[in-house]
């Protein structure tokens, strides 16, 4: 069972489009981080959020934190053919005393055609 | 400035044997995990070090050791290797909770 659960797991879109890709869990993060990550790379930060209903905008791109903390969204406005590859949520559990350890979610493959 | 550097870059062993990933993380990082991504699942944490101390351990078995060095660089290694090790191992470095994690580009394991 995964502790962060992220849907859609694929997503193929066209040039233009807006979409969002959720991540949930019923546990309590104290953090939740996103990352992009292409083929044959590792991942790439994106963002933190930390407090509860927070929202965070990079370009065109929106992150939300839910209230309890237990889930989060990206949203992406006009996807472009660039924001193409796999979009990570990755969270700290809250009370955790494995302090270094972040938790991730399966993923979720976003392909935007030309 | 250098990115977080791990090698090598692709890696082909048999069952059994054991193996040494190297990772160096960004100057002034004290902070190195090691995480585990198998094909088509987010990374699976393994080890968190700070200032050469482990201070985090995922669900690995005894076979996954890692350490890390005076200069902050680290060491994962994995004896007895079995064909469920094959997957991308990447290395993170961070400074602070909310800076969020540098990753290398990982080694690509595959065990035949």
């Known amino acids: 069972t995964q502790l962060l659960e992220q849907s859609p797991q694929f997503l193929s879109i066209q040039e233009g489009e807006n979409l969002t890709v959720y991540c949930n869990s019923s546990s309590v993060f104290s953090s939740l981080q996103w990352y992009r990550q292409e083929p044959g790379e590792g991942p790439v930060f994106l963002v933190t959020v930390v407090t509860g209903g927070e929202v965070k905008k990079l370009k065109r791109l929106t992150f939300q934190f839910g209230d309890a903390r237990k889930d989060s969204s990206l949203h992406i406005t006009a996807a472009q053919p660039g924001d193409t590859g796999l979009y990570l949520c990755?969270?700290?559990?809250?009370?955790?005393?494995?302090?270094?350890?972040?938790?991730f979610g399966q993923g979720t493959t976003l392909q935007v055609k030309p | 400035d250098a990115g977080v550097t791990q090698s090598p870059t692709h890696l082909i062993k048999t069952r059994g044997q054991q193996v040494t990933l190297r990772c160096s993380p960004i100057s002034g990082h004290k902070s190195v995990s090691w995480y585990q991504q198998v094909l088509g699942q987010g990374p699976q944490f393994i080890f968190q070090?700070?200032?050469?101390?482990?201070?985090g351990r995922g669900n690995f078995p005894d076979r996954f050791s890692a350490r890390q060095f005076p200069n902050y660089s680290s060491e994962l290694n994995v004896n007895a290797l079995l064909l469920g090790d094959s997957a991308l191992y990447l290395c993170?470095?961070?400074?602070?909770?909310?800076?969020?994690?540098?990753f290398g580009s990982g080694t690509r394991l595959t065990v035949v």
């Open positions: 070090y700070y200032e050469k101390e482990e201070r």
């Open positions: 990755a969270g700290k559990r809250q009370g955790s005393s494995n302090t270094g350890k972040l938790i």
């Open positions: 993170a470095s961070s400074v602070t909770r909310v800076a969020g994690y540098t």
